[in-house]
């Protein structure tokens, strides 16, 4: 799931015990720049996706084959997710407010089987 928070253009899915950590949708030198310091780089490799980006910008889809199939927007892909580990909780106390309460709001005399990870 990506979204947007902020000026840090990154946005949160909660899995369960993991929480999935995206920036927001499609491809810039900004996006990219967030992408190698998000992973550490080395300068060189972000200059050479850099590049490789303003190679990517000038090139056009071949139209020599006869296969069809629907064009692709490259604003509407997310390039980078992350999973992070929640810690590990000793006790309902210790859990999320909100769930708590949808839960509480939910269940009343009702029985289910709620699936919060099916990764």
Known sequence: ????????NF?????????IVSI???ISVDTIRLISSKKNEPEWML???LKSFEKFLKLKEPQWSDNRYPSFNFQDICYY???KKK????SL??????LLKYLENRLANVAVVAVFDSV
Do not use: I, W
């Not at 799931?1 to 840090?8: E, F, I, L, Y």
């Not at 810690?87 to 000793?90: A, D, K, S």
């Not at 106390?93 to 909100?98: F, H, R, V």
């Open 1 to 8: 799931m990506c979204s947007t928070h902020s000026d840090v």
């Open 11 to 19: 946005g949160a899915y909660d899995t369960g015990d993991t929480v």
């Open 24 to 26: 927001q949708k499609g």
């Open 47 to 49: 200059e050479f996706r």
């Open 81 to 83: 997710s992350e999973m």
């Open 87 to 90: 810690p590990t909780l000793n």
């Open 93 to 98: 106390d210790e859990a999320d407010l909100e």
